[in-house]
């Protein structure tokens, strides 16, 4: 107790130099925590049986030149049959991701729903609780309607009930409940960060009775192919397979009246670089950001102890006379700075926890299997272990900085200045770290400003304040003229009455929302189809430029009478960046284009591109509606906002049969498309700050007591006639060789890690030539105040 009264009163009497020591440490050290734990959860096994072997199959749709133009292009024949195969998977399942309402309320809620294999719960270890799994047939048409619930679905609509034999009505298809899944975190996110699947479905029930041509063509972007491979000859059996789908979708092609110039590829990835592959890139830059801070903090501490400990360097000469031994003054040293760091390291662990936390609720939306990140108790022995290093190491290279030899010349000098001064070597050493260190992660945070920043700026193309999408649910997509009838005769109904409403401002027919693109239109400008270019295709009716607010370059939008209602569209509308690899102008409005089949279609406008950041502008087609669907796109007046209770009721008042799927603010979806920008853009924004201020704080220390050391020089200067001015251009060339070496060091250091992450580019390079300058500015002004002082 003796020990750590003594300590706890030294810690006291040095309040102020222990708080800024512990305050640098443990921010520093919580970067290091977070960057080993998320880095090891990035890099670590996925939790399943044999993780090393499974494997996910990653299509893309490829033109004649061989350019993507839609990734995860796989179909239902494609999965449903590579997930037979035994000689490529030992196990595997074909995963397609969907929604339903639950029939039963008014208000019908949506239901997650996930069509699997009976392979997928043994792959990823889901554990049953009650009931049995899916029994599944690999024949067509033979699946029988029942279902697999989670705890999490019981829980919620039936808590007093036996769920088990009970049956659920999903939209408009009844099933029975053979099982009760757990509602935990086994479940893979393949499609969506944070989505838990509430109800499982057979596959078979996806496929129909039969496969036809536009099953093959059908390739969507929420069906995956997951499996635990087979090492021998998985490649070579994959492209055997690969040129049998491929006939299959030019046949469906020719048979469609489509030009058969797409060609689909497929390839086996790890499904750990699938669900993990945007974690390892998030801790790569952790790790980059948290190695620079924590360099730059060591500097700065260490630059502060060793001042301190200079300044109590006539005590020790005083001990060491009074028969002291080197040993104990380096123990008793080494017990206070130890303390400092345990104090540091312990408040680490708290605010790394807090970052991890904050990690996960940020980032749950946009990481997959945010819930898995978590530190490692290992990595708190760890920090805490470095951190007692480093208080040797700072000991130790304390007591060699101190000569006790001459101890009459140590006790004469204390008290003039002399001993309290940091070595001048060091000192340089130090300040050529911390320029070096500042210029490179400075440099790679303007970067982040810049480019997310940039990112964010970006015009969306439209208007989201007051913007909704009322999607309907719908089971049939019949694409008879007495189908297309029925559905366009309800879809004006509901427009009509969505007008009226008096929250309502104007509504419009959409197929889709402004940013999700789902559905291909080739386009061509001659008619043999060559040369074409694929784009996403948007259906519009005629109000929908005026309601999403998308401004028009050259010509106009589409009539009432442009509707597609017999799928024979004659106009198109298409944006900038389409226009633009089309080759097309404003001064081409009235041209004749062709579309998917080689019908002409006349081009009537250009409007401007739409944006987010998950999704980049996308080339965008624009073809009159043609009622496969009845979804409306919606604008509330100023003020007014709409419910999806408010909504429901209105369609319900029209015909009590239809029932809406969701209801999106698109306001709050532009919002969560921009959120990896805007998070980026904030983690540059601070490493910005954080290195700005250690790197000014810690330079100007140095400087200043480079400055002080030199101070007798400075005189003997100004005895024998220098002026001043001569003096300080001297004293800034000095200082101007050791920025230099800085410099080639940090642009080499800098090169590395851009073509390590890379981001090697010219813009770059200009930030890195700001950083340099703004970096060599600090210090001239610096050098020129500290010398200006002591002259």
């Known amino acids: 107790m003796t020990l750590w009264r003594k300590l706890l009163r030294r810690l006291r009497y040095r309040l102020r130099l222990s ?4 305050v640098l440490l443990s921010g520093a050290f919580a970067a290091m925590m977070m960057s080993i734990g998320l880095s090891w959860q990035a890099y670590q096994s996925l939790p399943y049986p044999q993780s090393d072997k499974l494997v996910w199959l990653q299509g893309n749709m490829l033109d004649e030149h061989d350019k993507t133009i839609m990734e995860n292009a796989i179909s239902t024949p494609v999965a449903w049959q590579l997930a037979q195969d035994k000689q490529l998977f030992d196990k595997a399942s074909a995963v397609l991701y969907s929604h339903s309402l639950l029939r039963g309320s008014v208000v019908e809620p949506r239901i997650e729903t996930t069509y699997v294999s009976d392979d997928f719960f043994s792959l990823f270890n889901i554990a049953l609780k009650e ?33 088990i034999e009970q049956s659920i009505q999903l939209d408009d298809r009844r099933y029975i409940v053979v099982g009760v899944a757990a509602c935990d975190e086994s479940e893979p996110q393949l499609y969506q960060s944070n989505r838990m699947s509430e109800v499982f479905l057979p596959f078979t029930l996806m496929m129909g009775d039969r496969i036809t041509g536009m099953d093959h063509l059908a390739v969507r972007s929420d069906l995956f192919l997951v499996g635990r491979i087979k090492q021998e000859n998985a490649q070579l059996q994959l492209t055997l397979l690969q040129a049998q789908f491929q006939t299959a979708f030019e046949q469906a092609q020719l048979e469609q009246g489509i030009s058969g110039r797409a060609t689909l590829r497929f390839s086996l990835s790890p499904l750990a670089d699938k669900l993990k592959g945007q974690l390892r890139t998030t801790t790569q830059w952790l790790a980059f950001a948290g190695v620079g801070l924590l360099v730059i903090t060591l500097v700065n501490a260490f630059s502060l102890y060793l001042l301190d400990f200079k300044a109590k360097q006539n005590q020790l000469t005083l001990a060491i006379v009074l028969g002291a031994k080197r040993g104990n003054l380096q123990l008793e040293q ?13 408040l680490a662990i708290g605010i790394a926890n807090a970052g991890v936390w904050l990690m996960q609720f940020w980032s749950k939306e946009t990481l997959a299997h945010a819930v898995w990140l978590k530190l490692p108790w290992w990595s708190f022995l760890l920090v805490g272990a470095f951190a007692q290093l480093c208080a040797l190491v700072f000991v130790k290279l304390a007591m060699s900085q101190v000569s006790f030899k001459d101890i009459r010349s140590q006790l004469s000098g204390s008290g003039k200045g002399q001993v309290k001064q940091l070595p001048k070597s060091m000192s340089q050493a130090l300040l050529g770290l911390q320029i070096g260190v500042g210029i490179v992660t400075m440099s790679f945070a303007f970067w982040l400003l810049s480019y997310f920043g940039g990112q964010l700026n970006t015009s969306s193309g439209f208007n989201s304040n007051n913007l909704y999408f009322v999607e309907l649910q719908q089971s049939n997509y019949d694409r008879s003229s007495d189908a297309i009838q029925a559905r366009y005769n309800q879809a004006m109904i509901n427009l009509s009455a969505l007008r009226q409403h008096p929250s309502v401002e104007s ?5 889709v929302l402004p940013h999700e693109f789902v559905f291909l239109e080739p386009l061509s400008l001659v008619d043999d189809g060559s040369d074409s270019v694929v784009a996403y295709l948007q259906l519009s009716g005629p109000n929908y430029f005026i309601t999403s607010g998308l401004r028009f ?23 900038q960046l389409l226009a633009q690899r089309l080759g097309v102008t404003a001064a081409d409005i009235g041209m004749t284009i062709y579309d998917r089949n080689q019908r002409p279609v006349t081009l009537v406008g250009i409007v401007e591109n739409t944006f987010s950041h998950t999704s980049q502008a996308q080339a965008l087609a624009y073809l009159p509606f043609n009622f496969i669907s009845g979804n409306i796109l919606v604008r509330a007046k100023a003020g007014e906002k709409l419910d999806l209770h408010t909504v429901t009721a209105l369609y319900k008042q029209q015909n009590p049969s239809q029932s809406i799927l969701k209801l999106v603010d698109i306001k709050s979806r532009m919002q969560q498309l921009n959120k990896t920008a805007m998070l980026s853009f904030l983690a540059g924004l601070v490493i910005a700050l954080m290195m700005l201020i250690q790197v000014v704080a810690g330079m100007y220390g140095l400087l200043g007591y480079l400055a002080i050391l030199s101070t007798p020089v400075f005189y003997i200067k100004r005895l024998v006639g220098a002026k001043v001015r001569d003096v300080l251009i001297e004293q800034c060339w000095s200082r101007a060789s050791l920025v230099l070496v800085a410099v ?10 851009a073509s390590t992450f890379g981001i090697l580019s010219p813009l770059l390079g200009i930030y890195l030539l700001f950083a340099i300058v703004l970096v060599g500015s600090i210090v001239l ?7 200006t002082k002591q002259i």
């Open 131 to 163: 009931g049995r799994w899916l029994s599944q047939s690999n024949e067509l048409g033979t699946a029988p309607n029942e279902v697999v619930v989670t705890e999490c679905f019981v829980q919620q609509y039936f808590p007093d009930e036996n769920i």
């Open 334 to 346: 080494w017990r206070y700075i130890a303390l400092i760091f345990l104090f540091a390291s312990s």
């Open 507 to 511: 509504a419009a027919l959409a197929g």
């Open 19 to 22: 708080l800024m020591l512990v």
């Open 553 to 575: 370059i050259a010509g106009g939008g589409f009539s009432e009478d442009d509707l597609a209602i017999n799928s024979s569209g004659k106009k198109v509308v298409l944006n």
């Open 781 to 787: 002004v610096l050098e020129l105040h500290h010398v």
């Open 744 to 753: 080639v060091i940090a642009v080499f250091l800098s090169l590395v890690v």
